[in-house]
């Protein structure tokens, strides 16, 4: 078994704060930001510049609001720089669990917008003419005849909230979609995708200054200050708002316990391999979807724009890195496809999303001018583009979507910071378990 090994090419200086991943070597519009050394006055305050902030930020600054963000280290730093760039509509709970769980109502409401995240993105990239290597098409596999016939119940779900798309495979068209024989079948969404995410979020980014907004890198907020108009302090600089939207995410540490007290940091490990032969790729993946499968922890793949294999799972609760990325890598990756077994991986890296008790997004007021979004539990890229969609209509006076969400009750995890790990990594091998013996 072959060692990790970095590309030998040097990524650029803008990439520079960025975790050392494939995506910060290729990203293009990529260039540093000013860090924040003055006291300033602004309709909108936003912490984070991943995707839910920039995408609240953009909403707002296209309504022609005064728009400040501040971020820690670099645009994207976090997941929204680091993830498996894949388009995936919904939420990380179904819409049948929503339903059951929160009643008809809101399940009609979440299940209107459930394909919104996705429609926001392909429309930025058109609006603001981004080049995040955009691909459409995805394709959901399953092992076994019990997840098969569990993803012909969710496209039901779905074509009964009214999203079409969706296109049944069984195992005789897997070879037009996927080369391996592990599957038994799966479900393409048409309307799904894959893009190179931290392009996207920098071309977004670049969007929110064409209307005015500004944007400060390393920048990080040491405290807050909760009045009428609240007070964001850096160590250099301030920035007085009429309101605060907070969107660190996984990120947000303890900088707002009444937040942070709601979600746990999960990483998820990702590497590149080296280029491959076009031939190689394309038989692969011949409809260059991207693919992920029905496994609780699940594993994610898709092809690059420069035919590498993107390849990412293996979960660590509370975050940080795994003692070898390789190591949690490499056997799914062998297993999935046996011919790239010892292939040499360029990248490999990890990275953190917020996870909440519920597994839906926690948003909500803090005063009547904080408002804050996160814990989007691995269904991230389209659901941040949607949250923070709706943060800035709320802000701009439109405040009923924002309600149904923010309505939504929400828990801390049990046993607090001790002991949260440990009761979710029961949890996870439970369900490990089940996938593991088809049950």
């Avoid at 305050?45 to 400040?68: D, H, M, N």
């Avoid at 490990?432 to 013996?437: A, H, N, Q, S």
């Amino acid at each position: 078994m072959s060692t990790v090994e970095f590309a030998t090419a040097h990524p650029p200086s803008s990439s520079a704060g960025h975790a050392a991943t494939y995506y910060a070597a290729t990203a293009k519009g990529a260039f540093e930001r000013p860090v924040l050394n003055e006291h300033l006055t602004a309709d909108i305050c936003v912490i984070g510049a991943g995707f839910t902030g920039i995408s609240a930020a953009l909403e707002l600054a296209e309504r022609g609001y005064s728009v400040v963000v501040l971020e820690a280290m670099r645009i994207g730093f976090g997941a929204s720089g680091r993830n498996g760039g894949q388009i995936v509509n919904g939420y990380s709970r179904d819409l049948d669990v929503i339903e059951k769980r929160y009643g008809a109502k809101a399940a009609k409401a979440l299940g209107a917008m459930a394909g919104e995240g996705a429609d926001i993105i392909r429309g930025r990239i058109a609006q603001y003419g981004i080049d995040c290597d955009l691909v459409p098409g995805g394709f959901f596999a399953a092992f076994t005849d019990k997840q098969l016939r569990e993803l012909d119940e969710q496209q039901r779900i779905w074509e009964r909230h009214g999203h079409g798309g969706l296109e049944r495979i069984d195992r005789a068209g897997l070879p037009d979609i996927v080369a391996s024989d592990r599957y038994v079948g799966g479900l393409v969404d048409h309307k799904g995708g894959h893009i190179h995410p931290l392009s996207l979020v920098l071309g977004e980014a670049a969007a929110v200054e064409k209307h005015g907004g500004r944007i400060f890198e390393r920048s990080p907020v040491l405290s807050v200050e909760q009045g009428a108009k609240p007070v964001v302090r850096t160590q250099h600089g301030a920035v007085t708002c009429t309101y605060l939207l907070v969107c660190g995410n996984a990120y947000i540490g303890d900088l707002l316990p009444e937040i942070g007290g709601k979600m746990m940091p999960v990483s998820s490990q990702v590497i590149a391999t080296e280029p491959l032969d076009e031939a190689v790729i394309r038989d692969l993946l011949p409809a260059n979807y991207c693919v992920e499968d029905m496994n609780y922890i699940l594993d994610y793949y898709r092809r690059t724009a420069d035919n590498r294999l993107l390849f990412g799972g293996g979960i660590v609760y509370g975050g940080g890195d795994p003692a070898s990325i390789e190591a949690k890598i490499r056997p799914s990756l062998a297993r999935t496809f046996p011919q790239l077994a010892n292939i040499r991986f360029d990248y490999a890296w990890s990275g953190n999303f917020a996870l909440t008790l519920t597994r839906i997004p926690h948003v909500g007021r803090l005063s009547p001018s904080i408002y804050f979004s996160h814990g989007d539990s691995g269904h991230g890229v389209t659901t941040t583009h949607l949250l923070g969609k709706i943060l800035g209509e709320a802000v701009a006076g439109q405040a009923e979507r924002f309600d149904v969400w923010s309505s939504l009750p929400y828990y801390p995890f049990p046993g607090g910071k001790t002991f949260r790990v440990p009761l979710t990594v029961l949890g996870a091998w439970w369900y490990g378990l089940r996938d593991k013996f088809g049950l």
